[in-house]
């Protein structure tokens, strides 16, 4: 079983970004929800996706449903969204949830969507994250 694994779901590749940067500080290649159907085992799993008209990508939801609690014990959610008032995936943490996989903590990072939170995720943004991501790891 791999420690961590990074997956993530993006539409305009702001999660792809937050994954790679948030892989890079733990060492591990960040995977394309798309080439990785098939839930990986993994000790702890970091999830990283956008939200599209108020919901989190039916990608990532497809992902989470095929997921086991034999193969993953613990995620972290990690959102990147324009407003700040949609900066959390409760359909993913519930499902998560009903199935015992125990979520860590949602990390939350600017996105942005055409005039809203334009220019992010910048580097701050991916630091701040990673910077998390590595804390919330060297706590396992
Ligand atoms: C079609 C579409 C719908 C969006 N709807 C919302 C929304 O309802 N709320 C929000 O805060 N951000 C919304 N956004 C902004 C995205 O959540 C944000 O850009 C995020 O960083 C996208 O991640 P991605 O690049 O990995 O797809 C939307 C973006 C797109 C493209």
Not at 117 to 131: I, K, M, Q, R, Y
Request: glycine fraction near 6%.
């Amino acid at each position: 079983m791999n420690r961590i694994s990074v997956v993530y779901a993006t539409k305009t590749k702001h999660s792809k970004k937050l994954a790679e940067a948030i892989g890079k500080a733990l060492n591990v290649t960040a995977v394309d929800v798309r080439t990785s159907t098939v839930p990986r085992a993994a000790e702890l799993l970091f999830l990283v996706g956008g939200i599209y008209a108020g919901k989190s990508s039916p990608e990532l939801m497809r992902y989470v449903e095929g997921l086991d609690v034999n193969q993953v014990k613990k995620v972290v959610l990690v959102t990147s969204s324009a407003s700040t008032a949609s900066r959390k995936q409760p359909e993913v943490y519930s499902l998560l949830t009903e199935k015992g996989v125990e979520v860590l903590e949602e990390i939350s990072c600017p996105g942005s969507f055409l005039w809203l939170s334009f220019g992010h995720p910048n580097t701050v943004d991916l630091e701040e994250a990673s910077a998390r991501a590595k804390k919330i790891a060297a706590g396992l």
